[in-house]
Nanobody
Framework: QVQLVESGGGLVQTGGSLRVSCAAS????????MGWFRQAPGKEREFVAA????????YFADSVKGRFTISRDNAKNTVYLQMNSLKPEDTAVYYC????????????????WGQGTQVTVSS
């Protein structure tokens, strides 16, 4: 089992920045790709970003490319999502997820999920 705990969400104005973190515990973090997803009220959960175990491969949704970055610190068992130039449409609950193997841009295949952290961007 891998337990994931997100933190760092909050309220920010349009154009602002926020960094959310996801700390993993339990089984070894080694070999796990990590993904960030988000879900706004009344909408399906959608892919935001993903990163391979080594950090050498990253993927981003078109809607966040150039604004968001994903990184990880394997020594700390933590993955980060840096969000810049935030827009009201970025408002959602942000979830991190872990996948043993190559990263994916879909919710399917991720083995473990966190409980989510709320990000609200005011206009």
């Amino acid at each position: 089992q891998v337990q994931l705990v997100e933190s760092g969400g909050g309220l920010v104005q349009t154009g602002g920045s926020l960094r959310v973190s996801c700390a993993a515990s339990g089984r070894t973090f080694s070999g796990y790709s990590m993904g960030w997803f988000r879900q706004a009220p009344g909408k399906e959960r959608e892919f935001v970003a993903a990163i391979s175990w080594s950090g050498s491969t990253t993927y981003f949704a078109d809607s966040v490319k150039g604004r968001f970055t994903i990184s990880r610190d394997n020594a700390k068992n933590t993955v980060y999502l840096q969000m810049n130039s935030l827009k009201p449409e970025d408002t959602a609950v942000y979830y991190c997820a872990a996948l043993l193997g190559l990263p994916r841009m879909t919710t399917g295949g991720y083995d473990y999920w966190g409980q989510g952290t709320q990000v609200t961007v005011s206009s």
